[in-house]
Each structure stands twice: as C-alpha cells, then as structure tokens.
C-alpha cells in the first residue's frame, strides 16, 4: 500500500483472465496508433447483457495492464468509456463489479483522470454499492476512494460530502468480518482523506463521528506488522481535537489496556493523546480522567514504558513523555533516576 500521500493502483495480480494480448487481438482492439478503443469494445461496455459488459470490460483491463505495447490511461478516458463502467457497478455481478473497479483504481492515478472519474458520478455509486459487493470489490473501492481524496481538497470534500466516509468506517467497526487487504485499505483510505499536506483539512464536526470507531480500532488490534494499524494511528493522530471525542469510549481503561500491548508507534499516539486528555483546564474533568486511567493500571504502564525505553534508549522521545506524565499527574509514582 502507497503512503497516505500517494494514490494507491495495487490491484490483485494473479487474475487468470488478465493473459496478455497477442499483437493480433491488440490491433482489433484499438483504433489508431494513440490505442483509443474500437468502438465495438466501448458499446458492449453499455450492453445490458452482463456477460457481453464483462468481456468488455476484461478487455479493457488487459489493454491498461498488460499490452503488447503501452497504452496510456487518456486514450481509455477518450473512449468515453467510464459511464459504462461505473454503471456496472450496479449489475449485481461480482466479476463485473471487480473488473469495473478494478479499472478505476488506475483510472485515480492522476489529477486529470480522477476528475473525469468525479464528474462521471462515481463517488454516489461507490458508496451506495459498498455494503453488498465481494471483498475485492470493497477494497478496490476503498482504493479508489481514497485516490480521489489525494488528489485536492476539493475532490476530497465531494468524497465526504457524498457519504465517502461510510465505507472505511464501517470496516473498522467490524474488522475481523472483513480480509487484512480490505482493513489495509479502509484505514489508508481515512488517512487520505486526513492527510497533512493541504491547506485545509476536515474540520472536528466532520470528524468527529469517526474517532470513536479508530480509537476502538487501535486498541483492539494492537498489531505494528498490519498496514491498517499505523494508517489508523497516523488518522487519529491527524484528527482535530480528537480527546473530546474519545473521553466517551471509556477513554482511560482504553489507553491503558493500549499501552501495554502496543508497538512503538502506538505507543508514542496513545501517549501524545493521553497527554492531552489531561491538560484539561476544568478541574472536574481532570481528576475523573486522572483517577479513571490509575484505577485502570495506567500508572503501571507508564512506569514500564520509562523502565523499558531508558534500557534502550535514554533520550527517546516515549520515555521522555511517559516520564513527563508521570511528573505532572502522578508525582507520587515518579521516582528519578530510575524512572
């Protein structure tokens, strides 16, 4: 999986169907030497017959990944084809639903491209399809959908707006009814539309719903060697005032139980963000927060933390804000220098 600042156009490679042409079935193909489609192959795009639509989108497919020569993804886009495709969507059939995906995904690749894919109404057709396609279909649309969230704020708001949202978060909600490849991509595609690097991001209302679900996720899937777990943390970590949010999931025991399984990255969001939740400037909320995390054996944990890190480096940055909370919140605890 490309990093949240790079469109992602993985698609599953060992497709049977995806042999290469041979140069002949390529000429028939093709119209003229920038390779636009025959128009044969663009009008069973639109048949009502999902087997012809299944053909041709094969077809496609092949023309983008695997030619006798290079075919560009402009003289697809040309041919007018995405209308078609996106409309198989709704078909109802797994394999044209994957292949028409499938085609997307490369068709997000660029600016110029994911545009046209914007304009053409896929985002609607996306979400509204999610809940009821195969497990490769939903990860080939997370893909797509986050592709379009990179390219601009723009294409990023039309996303949300258009319930873009829904998807990711409800395979977060209930990862283990969903592959590692669709959670991968669930959590890529939230970090794609969180990313840093735009002038403007979501702000705490459009956000808001969805802390609670990846707060839940990252403490019960404590995993570093799963993609989806450091797309997670590096969301929530993006997030607008994410400790308002959190205080109503049992925020502490949370924190607490994520501390003791979690990996260094985890590590480092859960306390930044225990942290915040206890600068809170109103006194009844800062002592319910700091009682709540030591009844759940959270000074325990912090203790460790310093213990484990100071053996192996002394100026990390883990050890340094595990001792700064113990010093602040829990002086009683702190004993230096062996914390």
């Known amino acids: 999986m490309n990093s949240p600042n790079l469109p992602c156009t993985r698609i599953k490679d060992d497709n049977a ?16 030497d920038r390779c636009h489609l025959n128009p044969e192959i663009v009008g069973n795009l639109n048949s009502v017959d999902p087997e012809v639509r299944h053909g041709a989108m094969l077809k496609v497919h092949r023309l983008l990944r695997k030619p006798p020569k290079t075919v560009s993804i402009d003289s697809v886009i ?6 078609g495709v996106i409309q198989s969507l709704g078909f109802g059939d797994s394999n044209l639903c994957e292949e028409a995906l499938a085609i997307l995904v490369l068709a997000t690749g660029t600016t110029e491209h994911a545009m046209a894919v914007v304009q053409a109404q896929a985002i609607p057709a996306l979400v509204s399809t999610f809940p009821n396609v195969s497990m490769i279909a939903k990860e080939y649309t997370l893909l797509v959908l986050g592709n379009l969230a990179l390219w601009s704020e723009g294409f990023r708001d039309q996303v949300v707006r258009r319930g873009g949202m829904k998807p990711p978060v409800a395979v ?3 990862p283990t009814k ?9 959590a890529w595609a939230l970090s794609s539309y969180l990313r840093p690097n735009v002038t403007l991001m979501l702000t705490y209302g459009e956000t808001r719903d969805i802390i609670p679900t990846l707060a839940q996720f990252i403490i019960n899937n404590i995993d570093e060697t799963s993609e989806a777990m450091g797309y997670a943390v590096k969301t929530l970590s993006l997030t607008s005032n994410y400790p308002k949010s959190i205080r109503g999931a049992n925020a502490m025991e949370n924190i607490s139980t994520g501390l003791s399984r979690a990996g260094e990255m985890s590590k480092e969001i859960l306390l930044e963000i225990l942290y915040d939740m206890l600068e809170d400037e109103r006194r009844s909320v800062y002592v319910e ?17 310093s213990k484990e890190q100071n053996t192996n480096d002394p100026f990390s940055f883990i050890t340094d804000l595990a001792k700064t909370i113990l010093k602040r919140h829990y ?3 702190y004993k230096s220098p062996r914390v």
Do not use: P, W
């Open 17 to 32: 169907d995806l042999d290469e042409f041979d140069t002949e079935d390529f000429d028939s193909s093709v119209t003229d």
């Open 78 to 83: 040309d041919s007018e084809i995405l209308n």
């Open 172 to 174: 977060l909600e209930q």
């Open 178 to 186: 969903h592959t590692a490849k669709v959670v991968d991509a669930a």
């Open 289 to 305: 927060a700091v009682e709540r995390f030591s009844g759940a054996g959270g000074i325990v944990q912090l203790v460790r933390i």
């Open 331 to 333: 002086k009683g605890a």
